[in-house]
T-cell receptor, first 111, second 115 residues
Framework: KQEVTQIPAALSVPEGENLVLNCSFT??????LQWFRQDPGKGLTSLLLIQSSQREQTSGRLNASLDKSSGRSTLYIAASQPGDSATYLC??????????FGSGTQLTVLP | DAGVIQSPRHEVTEMGQEVTLRCKPI?????LFWYRQTMMRGLELLIY????????DSGMPEDRFSAKMPNASFSTLKIQPSEPRDSAVYFCASSSEGSSGNTIYFGEGSWLTVV
């Protein structure tokens, strides 16, 4: 059974810092990996999708990497802003197309 | 596109009542997922449909929960009878197979409180 772990559980940084969120998974036989953002009281917003054949994806200030062999993904946020404050969730998509979520990293960017 | 649409957004009901949550996936998507989110257990997959057929319902907690997808544009998740421990946020999500992979899109969720 796939297990997804996210470290750290919470992170607080001053505005402008670059930061890295970590995600690890136990079964490397994945189809895709997707990073989401969730604001309090809201749904999940898709940030980046990395296919199993890819090593990274970039969107604006966000860069996500994938290392299937080691069961790891990272989400890099450059020049963080207070508006980036949210919970970031990593989800591994299995061969049957279902997602297994990590417990998330709660990010606070201080102005 | 309007995205994945869920209703109701919020519902408060008494224990023992029937609850029906509704979902309209993104047009053209052929996969639909129901998830439940709680503080204690995070996001859990309840059931997954592909082309309107239930593929994996192993996450449905017990017989009180049932889900249907009568057509490609509508799905329901029903809880009968409801219990306080069913209080959670229920998310519907959809995706489609494509050359760029299958990004999964979530609705805004249905906040259920059973008192």
């Amino acid at each position: 059974k796939q297990e997804v772990t996210q470290i750290p559980a919470a992170l607080s940084v001053p505005e402008g810092e670059n930061l890295v969120l970590n995600c690890s998974f136990t079964d490397s036989a994945i189809y895709n990996l997707q990073w989401f953002r969730q604001d309090p009281g809201k749904g999940l917003t898709s940030l980046l999708l990395i296919q199993s054949s890819q090593r990274e994806q970039t969107s604006g200030r966000l860069n996500a990497s994938l290392d299937k062999s080691s069961g790891r993904s990272t989400l890099y946020i450059a020049a963080s802003q207070p508006g980036d404050s949210a919970t970031y969730l990593c989800a591994v998509i299995g061969s049957a197309r279902q997602l297994t979520f990590g417990s998330g990293t709660q990010l606070t960017v201080l102005p | 596109d309007a995205g994945v649409i869920q209703s109701p957004r919020h519902e408060v009901t008494e224990m023992g009542q029937e609850v029906t949550l509704r979902c309209k996936p993104i047009s053209g998507h052929n996969s639909l997922f129901w998830y439940r989110q709680t503080m204690m257990r995070g996001l859990e997959l309840l059931i997954y449909f592909n082309n309107n057929v239930p593929i994996d319902d192993s996450g449905m907690p017990e017989d009180r929960f049932s889900a249907k997808m009568p057509n490609a544009s509508f799905s329901t998740l029903k809880i009968q009878p409801s219990e306080p421990r069913d209080s959670a946020v229920y998310f519907c999500a959809s995706s489609s197979e494509g050359s760029s992979g299958n990004t999964i899109y979530f609705g805004e969720g249905s906040w259920l409180t059973v008192v």
